[in-house]
């Protein structure tokens, strides 16, 4: 199920790729890296866990005017976990065995308005995470939520650009419980700087 999640978003973006590339609207890559904290809180264990954040990723990119774009991205992250709360007032330095480092696989999808020297995007995105997620007897499966990012650009050359901005992204996590039942098992936040090169076909 993990792989075949995976290698559907793959083909998602590299069909985005060939089309881009032969259609005749204006059409460019960004390749970016980003770093910053992340949080999430349980709906059943009453907990919530502290993360850094580092990510890979690239979009895709078609210009509808000269003002806005759609942007269709791939991102991986890390999470490595810091803290671990239980409400209540106690406090745990590790978190669970269960809530060891994660790795996140994202498909975001944007609208971006672009002016010559910032940006700003808004849009939604799928997020899936690989390894042991499940939850009081809830196994994860996809997350949904809004994503924003407002950032500045810098000219490079002819084609090629610069971009420097933070990102803000929220989500909820659905799962299947022990009933066969939809039910949402946590809710995240996250803030990130990313620094992105882009670069125009």
């Not at 083909?11 to 960004?30: E, H």
């Not at 980003?34 to 979009?59: C, I, K, P, Q, R």
Request: net charge negative; charged share 20%; aromatic share 14%.
């Amino acid at each position: 199920m993990k792989k075949a999640l995976f290698l559907l978003c793959l083909m998602a973006f590299l069909s985005g790729s060939v089309f881009g590339q032969t259609s005749n609207r204006p059409y460019s890559i960004v390749v970016h890296a980003a770093g910053g904290y992340g949080e999430f809180e349980s709906m059943f264990n009453y907990n919530s866990t502290e993360h850094l954040v580092v990510a890979l990723g690239v979009d895709e990119k078609w210009d509808f005017s000269e003002h806005w774009s759609l942007v269709l991205g791939l991102d991986y992250q890390y999470w490595h976990f810091m803290n671990y709360y239980v409400y209540g007032g106690s406090h745990s330095a590790e978190p669970p065995t269960d809530k060891a480092n994660g790795f996140i696989i994202r498909l975001p999808v944007r609208f971006e308005y672009q002016e010559d020297w910032y940006y700003v995007a808004l849009g939604a995105l799928v997020e899936k995470g690989f390894g042991d997620n499940s939850d009081n007897d809830v196994k994860d499966i996809v997350s949904l939520g809004p994503t924003v990012e407002i950032g500045g650009r810098i000219r490079l050359s002819e084609k090629s650009i610069l971009r420097i901005g933070p990102q803000i992204s929220a989500g909820h996590t659905f799962g299947i419980g022990k009933y066969q039942s939809l039910e949402c098992s946590r809710v995240e936040a996250s803030l990130l700087l990313r620094i992105g090169y882009e670069y125009h076909f």
